[in-house]
C-alpha cells in the first residue's frame, strides 16, 4: 500500500512539474506573438507610408513578401494549440491519479479503523479479566477481614461480661463476711456521707443490675463499685451522675475499688454572659458550640464560663457565634497598568480594584498570571483588594478538569472573524450524548491540536468545572479518526499537498 502511495505521489509531482513548464513555454509564445503582432502592424504602417509618398520610395523598400510573417505566426499558433492540448491530457491525468489516491486513502483508513477496534478489543480483554480476578479476591478478604472483627468483637463481649461476673461475685463475697457493711449497707453513718477517710469524686461511667463503674474526676482511673454501696435509691442513679465516694482494696484481687457512694447535688451557677473577643484561654468543646459552626481564631463570639466545682477547671459552654474574622481571599492577577491593576477572584466570577500601594513585596516582581492573596475593604462603595501578597504558582485553581474523556459531535464551530457584537468567550458548543443530551461550550484554547473544528465532526474532549460557578466547558478536544464515518464529507487528502508546491 505504501509503495502505491508514494509512486503515485512521484507521478503527481512530475506532472505538476510538466505543467509550470508547458505553462512557461506557452507565456513566452504569447509575448513572441504580441511582439510580431506589433511588427505587423508596424510593417502595415510603413507600407501606407510609402504609398502616400509616391513610388520611388516604395521602390528602395524591401518586399513585404519576404518577411511572411503570417506564416511564422501559424506555426507558432500551431505550437500553442498543442501546448495547450497537451495540458489537457496532463489535467485529466492528474484528476484521474486524485481519484485512485482518494479511494486508496478511504481503503487504508477503514483498514486502520478495523485494526484499532480489534486491537481495542484484545487489549480490553485480560485487562478486564484480571480485574475481575482482583476484586473477586478482594470482596474475598473483605468478608474474611469483617469475620474476623465480628470474632475479635464478640471476644471482647464474652471476655467483658466473664470479668463483670467475676468482679460481682467477689463483692458479694465480701459483704457476705463483712457484718458491718450489710448492716449499714454500705455506709458508716457519718453525716452527708463523709467519714475520716480521703473521699474522692467522680462520674457514674457504666451502671448495670448489681455493679457499675467509676470515672475519678481527679485523677485518670476507673473503679468498680458494687450497687449495695450506694447510699440512696438506686433507682435514681443513672450513667453520668456526680458521687463522692471512698477507695478502698479487693480483698482477693488487691485491685481498688469504689465503696460508701453518695450522689452529689448538681448546684445551679448563676448564668454571666461575656461579650467581646478571646482575651485568655478557656477550654471548650465541639458540643459546648451551638449552632454547629466552625470557630477560627479571631472570631468573635459571646458564651457562660462554667467553673467544675470538684476541679476548680474554668471553661467556656454555650458559646455563640457573633462575627466571623475577615477572611483572606485568593486570586491570580489578571491585568496591569500604570498605578493599579485586576485580581480575577477565586470564589467568584469576579474581578476586583486594586492599588500599587497596596502591594506588599516588589512590584517590579509582579506580573499577569501572579497567584495572590489579599483582604477586601469596601472604599466609597466599592470592594477594593488590600494588603496584596503573592502565592506560590498554581496555589489558585480556578476548575477541575475531568479524568474520564468523553465523545461528541460539534454542533457549532468559533467563528473566524468575530463580530462586533459577539461577547460570549465560549462561543463554539459540543453535543454530548448523556442520560439528557446537552451541548457544552468552548473556546479558541480549547483545542488540543491545530485542527479547525467543522460543525458535524466526531470530537473527544475532557470536561472542566469551574470551582466557582460550576459552569462546564469542553476542553482538549481533539478530532477522533472515525470522524468521516460521522459526517458524510470529503475531505481532499491530496490537494492540501499540492498547494504547497
Known amino acids: 500500500m505504501s509503495c502505491t502511495i508514494d509512486k503515485i505521489l512521484t507521478d503527481a509531482r512530475t506532472l505538476l512539474e510538466r505543467l509550470k513548464e508547458h505553462d512557461t513555454a506557452a507565456e513566452s509564445l504569447i509575448d513572441q506573438s504580441a511582439v510580431l503582432h506589433r511588427r505587423v502592424a508596424a510593417m502595415r504602417d510603413a507600407g501606407a507610408g510609402c504609398a502616400e509618398q509616391g513610388p520611388g520610395v516604395a521602390a528602395e523598400r524591401p518586399d513585404p513578401s519576404r518577411l511572411r510573417p503570417h506564416v511564422v505566426l501559424a506555426q507558432e499558433n500551431t505550437q500553442i494549440r498543442d501546448l495547450q492540448q497537451e495540458n489537457r491530457e496532463l489535467w485529466v491525468s492528474l484528476e484521474e491519479h486524485q481519484d485512485a489516491l482518494e479511494l486508496i486513502m478511504s481503503k487504508y483508513r477503514k483498514q486502520m479503523l478495523q485494526l484499532l477496534e480489534g486491537r481495542k ?17 478482594i470482596e474475598g478478604q473483605i468478608d474474611r477481614i469483617c469475620e474476623m472483627g465480628e470474632v475479635m468483637r464478640k471476644a471482647v463481649q464474652v471476655d467483658d461480661d466473664q470479668f463483670f461476673k467475676v468482679q460481682e461475685k467477689l463483692a458479694q463475697l465480701e459483704m457476705s463476711f463483712d457484718p458491718n457493711l450489710l448492716h449499714n449497707n454500705g455506709h458508716n453513718g457519718y453525716p452527708n456521707g463523709t467519714s475520716a477517710a480521703l473521699r474522692e469524686t467522680g462520674v457514674i461511667e457504666k451502671l448495670l443490675t448489681s455493679y457499675g463503674f467509676i470515672q475519678c474526676s481527679e ?30 482494696s479487693d480483698r482477693r484481687t488487691g485491685k481498688p475499688i469504689a465503696i460508701k457512694l453518695v450522689k452529689i447535688k448538681p448546684e445551679i451557677l448563676p448564668e454571666e454572659r461575656i461579650n467581646g473577643q478571646e482575651v485568655f484561654y478557656l477550654t471548650y468543646t465541639p458540643e459546648d458550640v451551638e449552632g454547629n459552626v466552625q470557630l477560627e481564631t479571631g472570631d468573635k463570639i459571646n458564651f457562660i464560663i462554667d467553673t467544675n466545682k470538684h476541679t476548680g477547671a474554668v471553661s467556656a459552654r454555650n458559646i455563640m457565634l457573633l462575627k466571623k474574622k475577615q477572611a483572606r481571599c485568593q486570586g491570580v492577577v489578571c491585568a496591569m497598568k500604570e498605578a493599579f491593576g485586576f485580581i480575577e477572584r477565586g470564589d467568584v466570577v469576579k474581578e476586583i480594584f486594586f492599588h500599587y500601594s497596596e502591594f506588599k513585596g516588589d512590584l517590579e516582581t509582579l506580573q499577569p498570571g501572579d497567584d495572590v492573596e489579599f483582604t477586601i475593604k469596601d472604599r466609597n462603595g466599592k470592594e477594593v483588594a488590600t494588603d496584596v501578597r503573592l502565592l506560590p504558582q498554581g496555589t489558585v485553581i480556578f476548575e477541575d478538569i475531568s479524568i474520564e474523556h468523553f465523545e461528541g459531535t460539534v454542533t457549532k464551530v468559533i467563528p473566524k472573524v468575530p463580530s462586533k457584537n459577539q461577547s460570549d468567550p465560549l462561543p463554539g458548543r459540543i453535543k454530548v450524548d448523556f442520560v439528557i443530551p446537552k451541548e457544552l461550550p468552548f473556546g479558541d484554547k480549547d483545542t488540543k491540536s491545530k485542527v479547525t473544528l467543522l460543525e458535524s465532526d466526531h470530537v473527544r474532549f475532557n470536561i472542566s468545572t469551574d470551582r466557582r460557578d460550576k459552569l462546564e466547558r469542553a476542553t482538549n478536544i481533539e478530532v477522533l479518526p472515525n470522524t468521516f464515518q460521522f459526517t458524510n464529507e470529503t475531505r481532499e487528502m491530496a490537494s492540501n499537498w499540492l498547494e504547497k508546491f
Request: glycine share 6%; net charge negative; with cysteine.
Open 219 to 248: 485523677r485518670q482511673a476507673r473503679l468498680f463499685f458494687h450497687c449495695s454501696q450506694y447510699n440512696g435509691n438506686l433507682q435514681e442513679l443513672k450513667v453520668g451522675d456526680d458521687v463522692e465516694f471512698e477507695v478502698s
Open 121 to 137: 478489543g484484545e487489549d480490553a480483554e485480560p485487562v478486564l479479566k484480571v480485574h475481575e480476578a482482583n476484586s473477586v479476591e
